[in-house]
């Protein structure tokens, strides 16, 4: 399915409906046509609602207070939404599909509201909804702007708020079907990692983190380094009056190269119950498996038949855009950018890539407008295309 870059009149008219919120409010479901409730706010964070018809109707049907990914690179700096955009959000871009059957938003954060930051990072949230579904997908990612190669540890923060109201939950973790749980007797959230496989989980009450506003995340970088570096896996915490802290971690991400993007998929949903929040755990699990994500890897029967470098998505572009390409199998790749005088302007990929399907993004925040041209060489074997840049 393609998709046509472009800020939606929805937006527009609930921009004016909603003038005294931050603009980086995402609100496609007061559109009749959405039965799920997602928001990200100005901290990047994603957050759901459930009233009624899974619509929006107050502050109190909130379910989901706040999942988040957080961006470690030692135990003196991991990136969290508090300390580091805060409202300092570089971009958002808005896509709508044919008939409004998905509406989905991507914001790029990066960390110059931290003082004195040891690193640039640019920070990716994609946030993605269906029509008459009752569930969300969100891409969590982490950009390298550094002129040399970073490795990053990831984790996904979740924190329920079951009716506006934080306490007395179970955390749960089922690793038989890698599923996360928060419940009590008014509702539960659930999410489930789509792409990557968890390296650890972490459950805990809210008194046991280095915290002292529930409404915040204000533990300091040592804390938030102990729990997202954690490779062992709690399975059931009850929680006190303030509710509880779960992360799920995914370890080093890998050596990124200047521009390269490393990110996770996550589906998460709301319900009644934990049957409920199964239910629909599942169809957004077949909801992923049936879209063009750019992030699949082929089995071993399902091996591309050639080489082919995809069209990059979106394009145009501003200023991230992902970039596809099928080899059918292990060989040494290169995918690299170079703008329309012959000058190589990044490098997305070098080095050996196993047979499947791989995608990376191309973060040109620091490009000036214009075409550009990505080149893979797989082997020796050359293939070539456009892209356009429009800021």
């Known amino acids: 399915m393609k998709f046509t870059l472009r800020i939606s009149i929805l937006t527009l008219i609930l921009g004016f409906l909603f003038a005294d919120l931050s603009e980086a409010q995402f609100y496609p479901h007061n559109d009749t046509t959405y039965t799920f409730?997602?928001?990200?706010?100005?901290?990047?964070?994603?957050?759901?609602?459930?009233?009624?018809?899974?619509?929006?109707?107050?502050?109190?049907?909130?379910?989901?207070?706040?999942?988040?990914?957080?961006?470690?690179?030692?135990?003196?700096y991991v990136w969290n939404p508090n300390d580091d955009p805060d409202i300092n959000i570089l971009d958002t871009l808005y896509y709508e599909g044919p008939d409004s059957l998905e509406y989905f938003r991507?914001?790029?954060?990066?960390?110059?509201?931290?003082?004195?930051?040891?690193?640039?990072?640019?920070?990716?949230t994609l946030v993605r909804m269906f029509k008459d579904e009752h569930f969300g997908l969100a891409r969590f990612g982490v950009t390298n702007v550094e002129e040399t190669p970073m490795d990053f540890v990831l984790s996904v923060l979740f924190r329920a708020r079951i009716h506006n109201v934080f306490g007395n939950e179970t955390l749960e973790y089922d690793p038989a079907t890698g599923r996360l749980y928060i419940f009590n007797a008014n509702g539960a959230i659930g999410m489930t990692a789509l792409d990557r496989t968890p390296t650890g989980v972490s459950l805990?009450?809210?008194?046991?983190?280095?915290?002292?506003?529930?409404?915040?995340?204000?533990?300091?970088?040592?804390?938030?380094?102990?729990?997202?570096?954690?490779?062992?896996?709690?399975?059931?915490?009850?929680?006190?009056?303030?509710?509880?802290?779960?992360?799920?971690?995914?370890?080093?991400?890998?050596?990124?190269?200047?521009?390269?993007?490393?990110?996770?998929?996550?589906?998460?949903?709301?319900?009644?119950?934990?049957?409920?929040v199964d239910l629909r755990l599942d169809a957004a699990i077949a909801k992923f498996e049936d879209l063009d994500t750019g992030v699949s890897v082929g089995k071993d029967d399902e091996m591309p038949s050639g080489i082919h470098l995809h069209q990059n998505y979106p394009n145009p572009f501003n200023p991230t855009t992902t970039v596809s390409f099928n080899i059918p199998e292990a060989a040494h790749v290169n995918?690299?950018?170079?703008?329309?005088?012959?000058?190589?302007?990044?490098?997305?990929?070098?080095?050996?890539?196993?047979?499947?399907?791989?995608s990376v993004t191309f973060d040109a925040s620091r490009l000036n407008s214009g075409m550009y041209i990505y080149r893979l060489n797989v082997n020796g074997a050359i293939q070539s295309r456009t892209m356009l840049l429009v800021k």
């Open 37 to 76: 409730v997602s928001t990200t706010n100005a901290f990047g964070r994603i957050q759901s609602y459930d009233g009624e018809d899974g619509r929006y109707e107050s502050v109190t049907d909130k379910m989901i207070d706040r999942l988040y990914q957080l961006v470690g690179l030692n135990s003196n």
């Open 204 to 276: 805990i009450d809210f008194s046991d983190y280095d915290s002292t506003d529930p409404i915040r995340d204000n533990a300091r970088d040592p804390f938030r380094w102990a729990e997202i570096t954690k490779t062992t896996f709690d399975t059931m915490v009850n929680v006190g009056d303030d509710g509880g802290w779960a992360f799920m971690n995914f370890g080093q991400v890998g050596e990124l190269e200047p521009g390269e993007q490393a990110h996770v998929w996550i589906a998460f949903t709301h319900g009644t119950d934990l049957d409920m």
């Open 106 to 124: 991507e914001l790029i954060m990066d960390n110059s509201w931290r003082l004195n930051p040891p690193i640039d990072i640019h920070v990716n």
């Open 335 to 358: 995918l690299t950018v170079y703008n329309v005088l012959g000058q190589r302007v990044a490098t997305l990929v070098d080095g050996t890539r196993a047979g499947g399907t791989h």
